[in-house]
């Protein structure tokens, strides 16, 4: 067993101030205006500009290129802050420090590094994770896009969709095709892509469920040319393995998110609860409705214990596949039961628009749904303990 | 331009706050310690200031132990250094024998400018810098709404009920500011990591030329007599609207002689 040891970057004292920092931004500078973000659809650039200031674009950026440098154990803690809110804010900065920006980190050169790097940590460039395509969603081994060589570099031709802030994207971090898939190879790499490139296409920006102020659209690649240098990794191998890595750190981010997300969901219930009254009798006072607080509690408090778990397995190095999965299927789809159980303590009020819960509501069924759906996490954990089974005798 | 700021920690704005049955003393460990809303405010007008015109901001809190928190959060803002004077002799002191600490570190420092917010948000009896600015003999430009530093001129605009005076002194000068100043700005991730790095000093009353009988408890003016709970609110007056409604509002507003 492995232990951790601390991230002798961020020692925990900073780490401490940071999260106090970001739990009072969210409480008193986000809170006030979730429904602004959600009835414009934006996150007003006012903010923007202070989450920028504050260093949120890299949280998770190494301090050598500009970011803070937080390890996963206390990323998914800041998670925990950032779902508190609408899960919008943090999905502006998730992709910069999460998939997007995690693929540089692990798989880029020094020279990728430090072209993109300090302006992703800043908020200057947003990256976007170009991967999901029409036929080919949570499984990157059977994407159609291509990138065929063409002199020094490559040519990138494909359609992409539901790629997170590609309408104001200046780096697209794209998978694509370099030759047929095997049994052993999937062919898959990745390329760092411009945003300026000739011939991308990004269509208008999708109508969702939920998550009002984070855009989402379609990208075309119609024979974009990019340098040998776009290439990441020295071969193909490398785009499939920084897909995959980069997927499994994110699940636990996620894990974090619904757990925070959850929490917002049981403190509006309680203090609803507790204020609304019923024939003059406190709904809270009601068995019925205690059960259904405990059961919230019940799920916040297990889903928060996994997600910590899930981290430390991860910074460790003791798990980097099975974990993951399995703090994202439990903590989303609890965020979910949760959230359906505020709308019912909260009546009628929790279907009304502008009422906290039905905004989680919608916000968290996405949860659910990207980096993986929850059938997919199943498949990962029930065919990786499997297949490590199988392994173990032999066969 | 040498810039001071004095701040202080206080219990949470928002948090239920309790006295010590024992000593009728604010118990610090009812509540979060945070940075007194008016201090950010006084923060970052002297970072404002040294932003356009040079020179080096000191943070400078009498208070506990925890105290020291606060002063990192101002560091964290931007600050250069601390100045953090701890004793335990200090428990108690009132807002004379504050001045008088805040007075003896204050002096012979060479400060050119020392902003203070116009009130704490525990004790809100905005005497502090008037006292200090007396103690260290400097003129007081209190209650600023707006700074301008010319040279060794500084020049602030103070809100009144029928507009606004301008008054002028020159430095060192003794400054209190009002929220509506400036909008405190929130510090970085690399702020905070700068911070822990920053120079922090730490006096006892002793060290900031006071003897240790004329401040804490014992010493103080003010003293708490007595205090009680706040009452349960009552309960309201319900009147039913059948159309009248107007008429009874007007009677209950002149009746508690509210119009």
Redesign the interface.
């Known amino acids: 067993m492995r232990m951790y040891s601390g991230n002798p970057d961020?020692p925990d004292?900073?780490f401490r101030?940071?999260l106090i920092?970001i739990r009072d931004?969210v409480r008193t500078?986000v809170i006030p205006r979730e429904n602004e973000i959600m009835s414009t659809d934006e996150i007003p650039a006012d903010l923007r500009a202070?989450i920028a200031?504050?260093?949120?674009f890299g949280?998770a950026i190494p301090q050598e290129w500009g970011g803070?440098g937080l390890d996963l154990v206390q990323d998914v803690e800041l998670a925990m802050e950032l779902g508190y809110t609408s899960l919008s804010v943090r999905s502006m900065v998730g992709t910069n420090n999460g998939i997007a920006g995690q693929v540089l980190v692990d798989f880029g050169s020094k020279e990728q590094k430090s072209r993109w790097l300090p302006g992703i940590a800043s908020g200057e460039i947003v990256a976007s994770f170009a991967l999901t395509e029409p036929g080919a969603g949570s499984n990157p081994a059977s994407l159609r896009t291509t990138a065929t060589p063409d002199g020094d570099g490559w040519i990138i031709n494909g359609s992409k969709q539901y790629i997170t802030n590609a309408p104001n994207a200046n780096l697209f971090i794209v998978f694509a095709r370099v030759r047929a898939q095997t049994d052993k190879d999937p062919g898959i790499a990745v390329f760092l892509v411009p945003g300026e490139a000739a011939g991308i296409e990004v269509g208008p920006h999708d109508h969702k469920m939920g998550q009002e102020g984070s855009r989402t659209a379609d990208v075309n690649f119609s024979n974009v040319h990019v340098g040998a240098d776009a290439l990441v990794g020295e071969d193909g191998d490398a785009g499939y393995r920084a897909a995959l890595t980069s997927l499994a750190r994110g699940r636990i981010h996620i894990a974090g998110l619904a757990v925070g997300t959850a929490q917002r969901a049981l403190d509006e219930s309680v203090s609803y609860a507790a204020s609304a009254t019923q024939g003059g009798v406190a709904i809270g006072d009601f068995q019925l409705v205690q059960a259904m607080i405990a059961d919230m509690q019940t799920g916040v408090m297990a889903g928060r214990a996994l997600a910590r778990e899930a981290a430390l397995a991860y910074q460790t190095g003791e798990d980097r596949r099975i974990a993951p999965s399995v703090a994202k299927l439990y903590c989303t789809e609890m965020v979910g039961k949760v959230a359906d159980l505020a709308v019912q303590v909260h009546g009628g009020m929790g279907y009304m628009r502008e009422v906290a819960v039905e905004r989680i509501y919608r916000d968290v069924r996405l949860l659910r749904l990207y980096e993986g759906t929850s059938e997919i996490q199943r498949l990962i954990i029930g065919a990786g303990l499997v297949k490590s089974a199988k392994r173990k005798l032999g066969s | 331009m040498k810039i001071a700021v004095c701040v202080k920690q206080v219990p949470d704005t928002w948090a239920e706050k309790r006295l010590r049955p024992a000593d009728s003393l604010l118990d610090r460990e009812s509540a979060e310690g945070v940075l007194n809303e008016l201090d950010e405010y006084a923060v970052e007008e002297a970072l404002k200031i040294q932003e356009a015109h040079g020179g080096e901001v000191t943070i400078v809190s009498m208070g506990p132990e925890r105290a020291v928190e606060t002063i990192?959060?101002a560091l964290?803002m931007g600050a250069d250094a601390g100045i953090h004077i701890v004793d335990d002799a200090l428990s108690g002191s009132d807002a004379l024998a504050t001045s008088a600490v805040l007075a003896g570190v204050l002096k012979d420092r060479g400060f050119d400018l020392i902003i203070f917010g116009s009130e704490s948000t525990d004790a809100r009896m905005s005497v502090v810098p008037a006292m200090v600015s007396e103690r260290l003999g400097l003129p007081q430009l209190t209650f600023a709404q707006k700074v301008d530093v010319n040279g060794g001129t500084i020049t602030i605009e103070r809100q009144t009920d029928y507009g606004f005076d301008s008054v002028e002194a020159s430095s060192p000068v003794v400054v209190s500011v009002v929220e509506k100043i400036n909008e405190p700005?929130?510090?970085?991730?690399?702020g905070?990591?700068a911070?822990?790095k920053k120079p922090l000093e730490t006096l006892s009353v002793a060290d900031a030329g006071v003897a240790a009988g004329s401040v804490g408890t014992g010493a103080a003016w003010s003293v708490v007599a007595d205090f009680a709970a706040r009452p349960p609110k009552a309960a309201g007056t319900i009147v039913n609207d059948e159309g009248a409604g107007g008429v009874k509002i007007a009677e209950f507003l002149a009746t508690n002689k509210i119009i």
């Open positions: 961020v004292d900073v101030d940071v920092q931004f500078r202070q200031d504050m260093g949120l949280f803070l | 990192r959060k964290s700005r929130y510090p970085s991730f690399k905070i990591m911070a822990k």
